[in-house]
């Protein structure tokens, strides 16, 4: 069983830049969430994806957007980069009947200069 | 509003001692209660959880106490090994996730030999 996997694994951006982080789905589930984790911090949840709609959503500004796609996977944009934006953002995806539990993919490290 | 508040902020604790981590929550709608560990560079990985059904659950060396009158919780590590240092989150969720899950500051755990 493959476990949730994220792409780039680091990423450098300049402020007021555009970024696009992506995550695949673990096998058998169909909801993604996406946090944002900044250093020496716990997870800050973003929003979450069912159904290529997203159905939950953190107090993050609307230059956070994402996609889900008919497979699942998902994408994470984020607009007008700030320096506060540094952080590791991670994917979680849950299965059908058990979207409180939550597995994590290794994140994307994105540094905005 | 810190709804999940962790403590300690970090620990030391002798290989095969008991590690201990609380967790205190504000909102009485949260209804899911895990607990995810991280090593440095790595997404978190599911422990252990626990409903409010239950005052207590245990999984191997972890042990998840419960007490829902006081709305805490805490993680209990027996017989800790070095391969146990890492940091730990307490997080919580209400309903059927879309809210995402909330999560504490975390806690740095270091095992000595």
């Known amino acids: 069983e493959t476990g949730v996997t994220q792409s780039p694994t680091h990423l450098i951006k300049t402020r007021g830049q555009q970024v696009t982080l992506r995550c695949s789905s673990q096998s058998g589930h169909n909801t993604v969430s996406w946090y944002q984790q900044a250093l020496g911090q716990g997870p800050q949840f973003i929003f979450q994806y069912y159904r290529e709609e997203e159905n939950g959503r953190g107090n993050f500004p609307p230059r956070f957007s994402g996609l889900q796609f008919p497979n699942y996977s998902s994408e994470l944009n984020v607009n007008a980069l700030e320096l506060d934006d540094s952080a590791l953002y991670l994917c979680?995806?849950?299965?059908?009947?058990?979207?409180?539990?939550?597995?994590f993919g290794p994140g994307t490290r994105l540094t905005v200069l | 509003q810190q709804q999940v508040k962790q403590s300690p902020q970090s620990l030391i604790v002798q290989k095969g001692g008991i590690s201990i981590i609380n967790c205190a929550y504000e909102?009485?709608?949260?209804?899911?209660f895990p607990w995810y560990q991280q090593f440095p560079g790595k997404g978190p990985a599911l422990l252990i959880a626990?409903?409010?059904?239950?005052s207590e659950k245990k999984e191997g060396r972890f042990t998840i106490s419960f007490n829902k009158s006081a709305k805490q919780f805490s993680l209990h590590i027996m017989d800790s090994q070095p391969g146990d240092s890492a940091t730990y989150f307490c997080a919580a969720s209400s309903g059927g996730g879309a809210d995402g899950l909330t999560f504490g500051k975390g806690t740095h755990l270091i095992i000595q030999p």
């Open positions: 626990i409903r409010p059904d239950v």
């Open positions: 909102n009485t709608a949260f209804d899911y």
């Open positions: 979680a995806s849950s299965r059908p009947d058990s979207y409180n539990e939550q597995f």
